[in-house]
């Protein structure tokens, strides 16, 4: 069966249990089933029983609804959503060390400027710079790093959140609001 | 008091109603299998850790209740692989419990595997006990998640520190509560009243019904409503059973090997109403060709298996009793002569029926394996038999002539197709029901697969009657090879088979060999006859082919049919 939609970025963010090998079981599964991981990013909650993990994957429609719904069925998984199907804020963080010969550090110091990036560390041949950004932005920077010469690059992975104010009823608030604890207590399985 | 993990473990067991475990000893789960004081529970010693994992695959199918099983580590869990696997994909319940080396992992020690990763891609779900005090809970969650939802082996990996350290024991849970894992039990009722209409509206509708409906316990809800709408009713491998067999509109299998006017009904139709199945590719061939001129209702408690191959009209998530329950309520309402309006359609089916019947000819001399397998089906039908198989040709006939007329009743390995099921899953089945006929139809080559559990057989005195349908090959892969090779020899054999009578002699059963088809019913007799296990090697003809077949990738319409029966005065036509 093949997607209506054609394959495209899906930003999914996963409230999972916070235990020894729930990020094995989601990186075996999208393995398993030949999806690729663009980047996965983990972090506790305000809820320390709760994790959160944040995913890039590639797919269409229909390969995005075999993903989320197999997501769904690791039990360790307590909730899925496609950040993409709402309005959200996307972040990276880089650092990436650069050539700076003397001649050029003018130029990466004004590049460095213009898209509010820090150097963090310094050589008498190399700037380290870290940056945040959305994917466009980090995109941007590292082409125009490029012609100096990138020395070697450290990403975070994706981490993204909903505009919860924006879709108030949307189950975003839920699970990717601020409170978003709260959507983990959904219902429990509850057998006598 | 304090007590030791794995006297906690027992009570926990025995909480949850556990009265068999299979398993197979070793170093770090003594305290398991032997634990100390007076229990009910009984502890079958199987030769081969696969087999003692599809023989609680056997148990669980045959009685509804999850089976257990119990293995030490290393490799007495990686030989359980297989068996997870398969009962993963035909989604039985079942418990692993596996010993792991004392407290600390990752150390490369004696015997020692990385089982929750291993397991991981072949079960449910599994659990690493770290502390003594979690075993209760963890042991309510564990047979829990293998029954409820969409049922699946999980495992337990009980590290021999836990079992040995001694706590308080507080009591077995009264409830669970995961919040990652709530199945959809209730459908939705919106959907249920489309698929009503639909139903309500179709004029060559079909029913096509999968391994769902046994485990779900909703094969009275089925009948009722074939009942009701009086709609042609096709069963999976799977499903076989749901449906008595002598229902008028009961279709036989459909798939790859199925029959031909099932699978006709398929293409033909103008709504399938598919439950409990999963449109595996040896159902649909080719996926994207399958139900495109049709509407499809899906029920299934299995989200991810909505939409997975096939596109559906009408999905509905949930329990296949509960949402079937429902349905029929909304389909008494329906003002419809529904026998009236599908007399065309039954005609239909009764024509193809009559135009490409399933036959065989069982001339003088040589034993048709068609033949053999129809008779053993035949002549047991009144004692209401649970039946076993292996995996490949003797499956496929087995499943055509298959007669029976309850739930729980037929044990095959469908979506792994693991050769050797056959012997432990009947074992699986006699221990639950040690008075009941339970027979297993295997073949030559995958009874050798797990022999070794004749033993066990005779040790704990189980009946089971084991009938290897001898064609000295592989029978399904000789039969493909011959579809696509010229090669000879062919990969798949002749190959030497042992003596199968004197082998059951060997190992302290029975053996009975037919050669002729004048003896074919006095030996199965003779065998049904003999108490104890026994092993009946009928020696069948070697180059019979399996037909109906869809060659594999191929479209449904691309059926290859039986060829017309030459006319021959000594033939006997048997459908």
Not at chain 1, 47 to 75: C, F, P, Y
Not at chain 2, 388 to 404: D, L
């Amino acid at each position: 069966m093949k997607g209506q939609i054609p394959p495209r970025r899906h930003i999914l963010t996963l409230l999972v249990e916070n235990q020894v090998g729930v990020l094995a079981r989601i990186a075996g599964l999208i393995a398993a089933k030949g999806y690729n991981i663009d980047s996965v990013s983990v972090g506790e909650t305000m809820d320390a029983s709760v994790s959160r993990v944040t995913l890039v994957v590639h797919g269409d429609d229909w390969v995005m609804e075999q993903v989320l719904k197999q997501l769904n069925r690791l039990i360790e998984v307590i909730k899925v959503v496609d950040l993409t199907e709402e309005e959200f804020i996307e972040r990276e963080m880089i650092l990436v060390r650069v050539n700076a010969d003397p001649p050029n550090r003018a130029e990466i110091f004004r590049i460095a400027d213009i898209f509010r990036a820090k150097v963090v560390d310094l050589t008498h041949r190399t700037y380290t710079l870290e940056a945040t950004g959305d994917e466009d932005k980090i995109q941007a920077l590292l082409e125009l790093l490029r012609p100096f010469g990138i020395k070697e690059l450290v990403r975070t992975g994706l981490i993204a959140i909903g505009r919860v104010s924006k879709t108030p009823s949307s189950k975003l608030e839920r699970v990717a609001g601020g409170d978003g604890e709260e959507g983990a207590k959904k219902s429990p399985a509850v057998a006598t | 008091m304090k007590i030791t993990g794995a006297e906690i473990l027992l009570k926990s067991l025995v909480e949850e109603g556990v009265t068999t475990i299979f398993g197979h000893p070793g170093g770090v789960i003594l305290h398991g299998t032997d634990p100390p004081g007076d229990h009910p529970i009984k502890y079958i010693l199987c030769r081969h850790e696969q087999v003692a994992t599809h023989a609680a695959e056997g148990y669980y199918k045959a009685t509804g209740r999850t089976g257990t099983v119990m293995v030490s580590s290393g490799s007495g869990v990686t030989n359980c692989v297989t068996a997870l696997t398969d009962a993963l994909v035909d989604s039985m319940a079942i418990v692993v419990l596996t010993g792991q080396l004392p407290a600390v992992m990752g150390w490369d020690a004696s015997q020692e595997a990385d089982v929750v990763g291993t397991a991981r891609g072949c079960t449910k779900h599994s659990f690493v006990v770290f502390k003594t005090e979690e075993i209760p809970r963890i042991i309510k969650e564990a047979y829990f998640i293998a029954r409820s939802g969409r049922p699946g082996p999980v495992l337990v990996d009980l590290p021999e520190a836990v079992m040995a350290d001694c706590v308080a024991y507080t009591g077995h849970p009264k409830s669970v509560a995961i919040r990652g894992y709530n199945p959809q039990m209730a459908g939705h009722p919106g959907q249920i009243k489309r698929a009503a209409e639909l139903i309500a509206q179709a004029r060559r509708p079909v029913i096509y019904g999968g391994g769902g409906i046994i485990h779900a316990d909703a094969s009275e809800e089925l009948h009722e409503l074939v009942e009701i709408t009086q709609i042609p009713t096709t069963l999976t491998l799977m499903g076989l059973g749901a449906l008595p067999t002598s229902h008028p509109l009961w279709l036989g299998m459909l798939g790859m090997h199925g029959l031909y006017w099932a699978n006709r009904c398929l293409i033909d139709a103008d709504l399938i109403v598919a439950i409990g199945s999963r449109f595996d590719d040896r159902v649909t061939g080719k996926a994207c060709d399958f139900g495109t001129q049709c509407k499809i209702i899906h029920v299934d408690i299995d989200p991810t298996s909505i939409q997975k191959h096939v596109k559906v009209d009408v999905p509905i998530v949930g329990d296949v009793r509960c949402v079937l329950r429902e349905l029929n309520k909304e389909l008494r309402k329906v003002e419809r002569n529904w026998a009236r309006d599908f007399e065309e359609w039954h005609g239909q089916i009764e024509a193809w029926k009559k135009q490409h019947p399933l036959r065989y000819e069982q001339r003088q001399g040589v034993i048709k394996p068609q033949y053999a397998i129809d008779m053993i089906l035949r002549l047991t039908e009144e004692y209401d038999p649970i039946i076993a198989t292996g995996v490949g040709q003797h499956q496929v006939w087995a499943a055509q002539f298959y007669r029976g007329r309850k739930p729980r009743r037929w044990l095959s390995s469908g979506g792994l197709g693991t050769m050797g099921y056959g012997f432990p899953a009947a074992l699986g089945a006699q221990a639950a029901f040690p008075k009941g006929l339970v027979l297993n139809i295997d073949g030559d080559g995958g009874s050798q697969v797990t022999l070794s559990e004749l033993s066990t057989l005779v040790d704990y005195k189980l009946p089971v009657k084991t009938f290897i349908i001898n064609n000295r090959c592989l029978g399904m892969v000789r039969q493909w090879h011959q579809r696509v090779s010229t090669h000879q020899p062919l990969p798949a054999g002749p190959m030497h088979q042992p003596d199968f009578v004197k082998l059951a002699e060997a190992y302290g059963a029975v053996g009975i060999r037919i050669e002729r088809p004048e003896d074919v019913k006095a030996g199965i007799e003779k065998a049904i006859n003999t108490p104890g296990p026994v092993v009946v090697d009928v020696v069948v003809e070697r180059e019979e082919n399996c037909l109906p077949a869809i060659p594999a990738g191929a479209a449904i319409t691309d059926i290859v049919r039986a060829p017309a029966p030459t006319p021959d005065k000594s033939s006997q036509a048997w459908h």
